[in-house]
């Protein structure tokens, strides 16, 4: 049977798939190894599993390491864990303009207030209109001005003023840190699934390079044994020369 037409059973699954999208188990790294003969004790050094079911077996290995170690899983790890097993993509665009497209009208009017109210604008106006309500009152010929010092009205507005721009500024300012806590929480999952690759990838390289190592030892001791047997077939056909 040619290679491309061979076919290998999963150990796992039980199905039968070409031999190319068959992984042996001896080619996992140590502690997926580990793991998977923990859940499969009958498996054997020999046995292979297919590649379509190897993500699934990683996944539920990260589970049980984060269980380990971070204890209780939250519905963060579990998105990166899952997100290993069907090999998604967890980072996603910031897409500011669907956002703002989703808001009401009572949030476009909380973010406009928010907006002129933290802004130079409505301070300098805002000190032009105090100063201009207190000249008017001081400066009035008549004996009766509409706000004689101590601006009792001026001080009403004032907190009647603070007492609506503080609540509107607030909500728009709670829907600005919910914004920054989904995007918080994407980070720490990208951070989490970056950090769980990275370590794969250095478990696996130091299992290719140990693996290496050996089949370099093994080749050194196969050349070394060669060279032996020339040596020894080199003396003894010398020997036989000059027993002739």
């Known amino acids: 049977m040619s290679e491309a ?32 003969k923990k859940k499969h004790p ?11 079911v190897l993500p699934g077996v990683q996944a539920e290995f990260v589970e049980e390491a984060l269980s380990e170690e971070i204890g209780e899983i939250t519905d963060l790890e579990r998105n990166v864990i899952e997100s290993i097993r069907e090999h998604e993509i967890i980072a996603e665009h910031p897409d ?31 000190g032009v209109f105090i100063f201009a309500w207190i000249l008017l009152n001081i400066l009035v010929l008549t004996t009766r001005p509409p706000d004689p010092y101590p601006f009792i009205l001026l001080n009403l507005l004032l907190s009647c003023l603070a007492a609506f721009q503080a609540p509107v500024i607030m909500m728009s300012q709670n ?20 950090e769980l690759e990275i370590r794969h990838l250095h478990e696996k390289l130091d299992h290719l390079l140990h693996h290496h ?23 003894e056909r010398a020997s036989g020369d000059r027993t002739t």
């Not at 068959?22 to 502690?31: E, K």
């Not at 009958?42 to 379509?52: H, P």
């Not at 669907?98 to 002129?116: C, H």
């Open 5 to 36: 037409t061979a076919t290998r059973t999963c150990a796992i699954s039980g199905k039968t798939v070409a031999a190319g999208d068959c992984i042996p188990l001896l080619s996992l790294r140590p502690s997926l190894m580990a793991f998977v």
């Open 213 to 235: 190592g050996e089949r370099l030892l093994e080749i050194q001791n196969i050349q070394t044994e060669l060279l032996r047997q020339l040596v020894d077939r080199g003396g």
């Open 175 to 194: 829907r600005g840190e919910a914004r920054d806590r989904r995007r918080a929480e994407q980070d720490y999952q990208i951070n989490l699934k970056a």
């Open 96 to 126: 500011d303009a669907e956002e703002l497209a989703k808001r009401t009208l009572g949030d476009r009017v909380a973010d406009r207030i928010a907006s002129f109210g933290g802004s130079w604008r409505f301070i300098i106006s805002f």
């Open 42 to 52: 009958d498996l054997t050094d020999g046995d292979c599993i297919a590649r379509d």
